[in-house]
């Protein structure tokens, strides 16, 4: 299908890109990988007058260690996000849901600010960043730069704290202490579709064994990614156990409604969530242990 009419501008500067969004305000859309924007454009359901491409933009691209986290600039490709050793080493969630984001091809363009700002509530790396407590860094010429707490920023379906004028930069995770194991599990249809469940689970043991901290964020079964603190809270403290998971899964897949669609039910949804949760605690858990 062909994309609907558009005004194309390719800024070179931060500051280019900020003066186009405060001229044109909602009737701007920023364009980083297009791995989101581009269907949507192409299906009518967005019908922007201006597309702002920020991919000339110098410095949005880098992974850096900074202060406690590891910073992705708001173009850092996912391929890029999955490969680098820096991921890998301090933030082993993230580096275990890229791989999980559709194929290679849309890896090598999609980028990590684009899919959060997108805030997709079956995608991946917004479960990542609520689970992590990451933070987006945005910016406006009228009021500068501004961090946003994951938290805080998943507000809807496709539907974010940003203002009509911000544009993400950068996106700011925690790194993982010491004795701390990430896993992302999902089930799709097939591989690179997108999630019918999904979770982003993350572990943290003390020097006895027991467990410290642990995050559990499901995709895929409400407007936003959802964050199950209950589920957390019965961790905390225990021995890591078959029970104790059990537990926690019962309990994260409780109260849940998501809507069903042409790929399942609700109640199907549903179980798939304690499936994935049960999975991939255990899994979390174990390279914990190793960490």
């Known amino acids: 299908m062909k994309l609907p009419p558009f005004d194309y501008r390719a800024p070179r500067s931060m500051d280019e890109v900020l003066s186009l969004l405060a001229e044109h ?21 967005a019908r922007p007058a201006v597309v702002v491409d920020i991919g000339r933009v110098p410095g949005l691209g880098e992974l850096e260690v900074d202060d406690g ?10 391929h890029a996000a999955e490969t680098s050793p820096l991921v890998r080493q301090h933030v082993p969630l ?9 194929h290679p091809a849309i890896r090598c363009r999609g980028t990590v600010g684009g899919t959060i700002a997108h805030a997709d509530p079956a995608a991946e790396a917004p479960a990542v960043a609520l689970a992590l ?12 730069t501004r961090t946003i707490a994951a938290a805080e920023f998943f507000q809807g379906f496709l539907t974010t704290a940003l203002e009509e004028d911000e544009a993400v930069t950068q996106v700011r995770f925690p790194i993982a202490a010491p ?9 799709a249809r097939r591989h690179g579709d997108f999630a019918i469940a999904g979770v982003a ?28 603190s209950k ?13 104790v998971f059990d537990a ?12 069903p669609d042409l790929h399942g039910s609700s109640a199907y949804r549903v179980h798939l969530a304690r499936v994935v949760v049960r999975r991939a605690l255990d899994k979390a858990a174990q390279r914990a242990e190793t960490a």
């Not at 909602?26 to 299906?43: E, F, R, T, Y």
């Not at 993230?94 to 559709?102: E, K, N, R, T, Y």
């Not at 990451?134 to 010429?141: D, H, L, Q, T």
């Open 25 to 45: 305000g909602g009737d701007a859309k920023v364009i980083a990988g297009g791995q989101s924007l581009v269907p949507l454009l192409a299906l009518r359901m």
């Open 69 to 78: 986290t590891v910073v992705a600039g708001a173009m850092t490709r996912e």
């Open 94 to 102: 993230l580096a275990d849901a890229m791989p999980l984001i559709g």
């Open 133 to 144: 407590d990451a933070e987006i860094v945005a910016r406006s010429a009228a009021r500068g």
């Open 179 to 187: 004795r701390t194991g990430g896993c992302f599990d999902e089930v």
């Open 201 to 228: 689970t993350q572990v943290r043991l003390d020097e006895h064994g027991r467990i410290e901290d642990a995050r559990i964020v499901l995709i895929g079964v409400s407007d936003v990614p959802l964050r199950r």
């Open 231 to 243: 589920a957390e809270q019965l961790l905390r403290g225990q021995v890591p156990t078959a029970a």
């Open 248 to 259: 926690a899964a019962d309990a994260a897949a409780a109260d849940l409604a998501p809507a």
